[in-house]
């Protein structure tokens, strides 16, 4: 008996098989990865050359593009469409010899595992791809016999999280402080730029204070910004308001409102400016040189009396 080699690394080398039909018609596309025995499935109305590119293409956008792919003689296999994709994106496409599924021994046995979870989800009136969605996760979070390792952290470095409490949920990871430091740098930048091109101020918005909600819907040009309703502020957690008013309860971002505190100096529109007097405006603020300085209201120009001796 002829052992099929060990590949160099994770998704070099997957086998693939058609499972099926399932009792509701729906086909299954098995793929399994020799290193790391890393299991995928897809649900098929059609076994069609083009829907299975569609779904490897959907595959290889996730995991990235292998070296080789080993499958049977099927039609939706050996035909130029499928041939031509394999040619296209440089991959080694092996077809068993007929009649010997021994030769795709790997994905054979998984088919046998899937098997018989569907028989049981079948016994009990369970949907096969919720069931078999449990079961792929299960699978892949699980130590393999042969390699002694879990599928998942031979393929991705790390074992995926399940349901299943463990030690990573009690101790906090080492992350990389190098991508965590740029993270930081490029979103304070980033919210620096955006800030002074929309022109943005630090709104002090707290529990207890009354706030209107702008308008999201606007029927026509003559519609308020804001709406007449006054909310009160319950809760704040980071930019995220929960208002209520009359009995209702709402989630904003505080960016949409703006404060309208009763015999605050803050008001709907902000703060009211200082009025100066209308020769000080047209005067930048400064009293006039002489007594007998006019100023004219039409095109803010100086005309000068005279006095007589």
Same mark, same amino acid.
């Given at each position: 008996?002829?052992?099929?080699? %060990?590949?160099?690394?994770?998704?070099?080398?997957?086998?693939?098989? *058609?499972?099926?039909?399932?009792?509701?018609?729906?086909?299954?596309?098995?793929?399994?990865?020799?290193?790391?025995?890393?299991?995928?499935?897809?649900? *098929?109305?059609? @076994? @069609?050359?083009?829907?299975?590119?569609?779904? *490897?293409?959907?595959?290889?956008?996730?995991?990235?593009?292998? &070296?080789?792919?080993?499958?049977?003689?099927?039609?939706?296999?050996?035909?130029?469409?499928?041939?031509?994709?394999?040619?296209?994106? #440089?991959?080694?496409?092996?077809?068993?010899?007929?009649?010997? /599924?021994?030769?795709?021994?790997?994905?054979? =046995?998984? #088919?046998?595992?899937?098997?018989?979870?569907?028989?049981?989800?079948?016994? $009990?009136? #369970?949907?096969?791809?919720?069931?078999?969605?449990?079961?792929?996760?299960?699978?892949?979070?699980?130590?393999?016999? @042969?390699?002694?390792? @879990? /599928?998942?952290?031979?393929? %991705?470095?790390?074992?995926?999280?399940?349901?299943?409490?463990?030690?990573?949920?009690?101790?906090?990871?080492?992350?990389?402080?190098?991508?965590?430091?740029?993270?930081?740098?490029?979103?304070?930048?980033?919210?620096?730029?955006?800030?002074?091109?929309?022109?943005?101020? &630090?709104? $002090?918005?707290?529990?207890?204070?009354?706030?209107?909600?702008?308008?999201?819907?606007?029927?026509?040009?003559?519609?308020?910004?804001?709406? &007449?309703?006054?909310?009160?502020?319950?809760?704040?957690?980071?930019?995220?308001?929960?208002?209520?008013?009359?009995?209702?309860?709402?989630? +904003?971002?505080?960016?949409?409102?703006?404060?309208?505190?009763?015999?605050?100096?803050?008001?709907?529109?902000?703060?009211?400016?200082?009025? +100066?007097?209308?020769?000080?405006?047209? #005067? =930048?603020?400064?009293? /006039? &040189?002489?007594?007998?300085?006019?100023?004219?209201?039409?095109?803010?120009?100086?005309?000068?009396?005279?006095?007589?001796?």
């Amino acid at each position: 008996m002829t052992r099929h080699r %060990f590949p160099e690394g994770p998704w070099e080398c997957i086998a693939m098989d *058609l499972m099926g039909p399932l009792p509701n018609k729906d086909m299954v596309l098995v793929i399994i990865d020799y290193y790391s025995r890393y299991q995928e499935i897809k649900f *098929l109305k059609s @076994t @069609t050359s083009t829907i299975i590119i569609k779904k *490897l293409t959907e595959i290889f956008a996730r995991l990235g593009i292998p &070296k080789s792919i080993r499958v049977d003689n099927g039609r939706q296999f050996v035909s130029q469409e499928f041939k031509k994709f394999c040619q296209d994106h #440089n991959i080694q496409l092996i077809q068993t010899p007929p009649y010997w /599924p021994q030769a795709n021994g790997e994905v054979e =046995n998984m #088919n046998k595992s899937i098997l018989k979870r569907l028989q049981i989800c079948h016994a $009990n009136n #369970n949907d096969y791809q919720t069931e078999l969605q449990k079961f792929t996760l299960m699978y892949n979070v699980t130590p393999h016999g @042969t390699t002694g390792k @879990t /599928p998942s952290e031979l393929l %991705f470095g790390r074992n995926i999280r399940d349901k299943i409490p463990s030690i990573r949920d009690l101790i906090e990871e080492e992350r990389d402080e190098e991508a965590a430091d740029n993270d930081i740098l490029h979103k304070h930048q980033g919210k620096e730029r955006e800030d002074r091109a929309r022109g943005a101020k &630090k709104a $002090n918005i707290n529990i207890g204070d009354r706030v209107v909600v702008q308008n999201l819907i606007v029927p026509h040009k003559l519609t308020s910004r804001f709406g &007449k309703t006054e909310y009160e502020v319950m809760e704040r957690i980071g930019n995220e308001l929960t208002l209520s008013a009359e009995g209702k309860t709402i989630r +904003r971002h505080y960016s949409s409102k703006e404060i309208t505190r009763k015999g605050a100096e803050r008001t709907r529109k902000g703060a009211e400016r200082p009025k +100066r007097s209308w020769a000080g405006r047209h #005067n =930048n603020g400064r009293a /006039p &040189k002489d007594e007998g300085s006019k100023y004219s209201r039409i095109g803010q120009t100086k005309t000068t009396t005279n006095s007589t001796s």
